[in-house]
């Protein structure tokens, strides 16, 4: 069975910057992403649950709130730029310098008699540990350059994902499957519900992080049968978006390449993002699912699910012992009993 392939143009700028610092900017980009999503988990709890931070820490739960708050605003804010921001060193040496505001705020603490100076003490050893990650990762992304995408990058014109693979059925047959728009919830686990409207414009239904789901409706805006769809979102959508999707022929009657070029723009902007990332729901990994499920569905007639498929989360894998309605939807029609119906 071929297996997802990612496409790179080798003679791109980025490609040719990461070969030239040996692997620098992968470390570096590793390392920030670590630390985002590290900076907006520890933010949220400072916000969420101030008094029980002041007390593992060793501080006054009560008297300390607004403070724990401020430091939690500050920390989502870094951890929003380190995981959003083309150029994030500056993000990373804020870490820092907020690193130096706690130490010595946790100085401070030391003072009184009523706070656990043995719980201050851990926490101020572990925030010395990680200033020294946030040194490291300032100069790992000045030796790279300080031109570090994190994952897909998200500019102004917010998120794009580009992905492909290689299926084993002819164009015509990806093409005719891919058109009848109600089948893209079979192996987009994102998406709840699509609806067409007419010939060229269709109703959406999506999932969206921490519960939410948002609706748009899009328009098709380039056709070329069983070669190409383009389409985009209606304007005022709640997610503005646009994208691609090329059927070629593979080399030596190996199937079908498709090419997926999707842009869009998350629900709350970077916020939304980070949020998304720190969640599990990273666009280049949610694609490369979506394509490796439709693989399924076209070569198989369904979607092959265990328990780490359809739990979020690390989960160990192992067959379902029961699975969700939605999946059990999704993989509920075979390829052949659609091959015939558009």
Known sequence: MTSATHRYDP?????????????????????TRALGVFSIGLGLAQILVPRNVARAIGVDGDANQKTVRAVGFREIATGVGLLTQQRPSRFVWGRVTGDAMDLALLGRAFNSRRNDHGRLAAATA???????????????????????TIGTSTRRQGI?????????????????????????PRFMAHLEAVRVLDDRRSYWKAHAPLGLTVEWTAEIVEERPNELISWRSVEDSQVPNSGTVRFVRAPGDRGTEVHLDIRYDPPAGAVGAAIAKLFGEEPSQQVDGDLRRLKQVLETGEVVHSDSSIHRGPHPARPPEEVPSQAAHGGSRSFASQRGGF
């Not at 990650?133 to 000045?142: C, F, K, M, P, T």
Request: glycine fraction near 8%.
């Open 126 to 148: 572990a925030v010395a540990g990680v200033t020294i990650l946030d040194i490291v990762a300032s100069r790992r992304l000045i030796r790279s350059g300080d031109d570090v």
């Open 11 to 31: 003679a791109s700028a980025e490609e040719r910057r990461r070969a030239g610092n040996g692997g620098h900017a992968d470390d570096g980009e590793r390392l």
């Open 160 to 184: 794009r994902v580009r992905k492909a693979i290689t299926i084993k059925r002819t164009p015509e047959e990806v093409y005719r499957f891919w058109r009848h728009l109600e089948n893209l």
